[in-house]
């Protein structure tokens, strides 16, 4: 019971961040392309309260937790777009999609910064390292998980981006069944096919990025 609850301490404060920083990326991005709707229902907002999904947020990522999953993902309430009140609705899209893996990308790389510092700075402080890398690998890891090019995760967006009309049309009509394929690939572990080169490729890129914080502060 103790080693779940420190688990739960660890990974709480960056999961809610992960979350809420994501959805706010959406929002803010499709207010920019010119989509108010998620502006005017208080979408655009760093306050989790109004991100946080109980089941997505909470019991999903528990019970994966719980039964050893190798990946632990959530979601937050998804922001509502209209991606017809977009300036050029079907480019703009990608982008719009493109803002919620970008902002964990930059948290993850803010998580690593930290640890840098803590390292140079020679704090022994077990439980802000934890959460640093719990910081890391959870932003790591909804980068991954949500850049699946299937609809209506933000990959699946992407794809529909970039497809001529006619394709996309096709491929859109996948979206009612996207969550059950997902949610059927994680648990038969395929997913992770995807989420470990996904996130290789990324760690290595941000541990580029990383280098001269390391040096200046080493």
């Given at each position: 019971m103790n080693e779940i609850i420190q688990t739960i301490a660890v990974y709480a404060l960056p999961l809610i961040f992960a979350i809420t920083l994501h959805e706010a990326a959406h929002g803010y991005v499709a207010k920019y392309f010119g989509d108010m709707t998620a502006y005017s229902q208080g979408r655009v907002s760093l306050n989790p309260i109004v991100h946080i999904d109980?089941?997505?947020?909470?019991?999903?990522?528990?019970?994966?937790?719980?039964?050893?999953?190798?990946?632990?993902?959530?979601?937050?309430?998804?922001?509502?777009v209209n991606f017809g009140n977009l300036r050029k609705p079907k480019k703009q899209m990608a982008w719009v999609a493109l803002a919620g893996p970008a902002a964990n990308l930059v948290m993850a790389l803010l998580w690593m910064i930290f640890v840098v510092i803590l390292h140079a700075l020679r704090i022994d402080a077990e439980f802000f390292l934890k959460m640093a890398q719990a910081g890391v690998s959870v932003n790591l890891m909804l980068f991954a998980f949500n850049l699946f090019p299937i609809p209506p995760l933000d990959g699946g967006r992407i794809v529909l981006s970039l497809l001529p009309n006619k394709l996309a049309y096709k491929f859109a009509q996948i979206e009612p069944y996207g969550?059950?394929?997902?949610?059927?690939?994680?648990?038969?572990?395929?997913?992770?096919f995807w989420m470990a080169p996904m996130m290789i490729i990324a760690n290595a890129f941000l541990g580029l990025l990383i280098l001269p914080f390391t040096f200046l502060l080493g």
């Open positions: 109980p089941l997505g947020t909470i019991v999903i990522p528990a019970v994966l937790y719980m039964i050893g999953s190798p990946f632990l993902f959530g979601y937050a309430k998804p922001v509502p969550f059950f394929i997902v949610m059927g690939l994680a648990y038969l572990q395929a997913l992770h």
